[in-house]
């Protein structure tokens, strides 16, 4: 776990809150790490790429 990434802890706690991973768009690749880099841009506040 790198700096600022959910803890086991905090993704134990999220991780029952997600969709199922399935289904055939694939539009999520791994929940966790999506969510990290959620969080990633709320702490940077880097810009979104439009």
Same mark, same amino acid.
């Given at each position: 776990?790198r700096?600022?990434?959910? &803890?086991?802890?905090?993704?134990a706690?999220?991780?029952p809150?997600?969709?199922?991973?399935?289904? &055939?768009?694939?539009?999520w690749r791994?929940?966790?790490?999506v969510?990290?880099g959620?969080l990633?841009k709320?702490? &940077?506040?880097?810009?979104?790429?439009r």
């Amino acid at each position: 776990m790198r700096r600022g990434e959910l &803890t086991d802890e905090a993704w134990a706690a999220i991780a029952p809150l997600l969709p199922e991973r399935g289904g &055939t768009r694939g539009r999520w690749r791994n929940h966790r790490q999506v969510i990290n880099g959620i969080l990633w841009k709320l702490r &940077t506040g880097a810009p979104l790429d439009r």
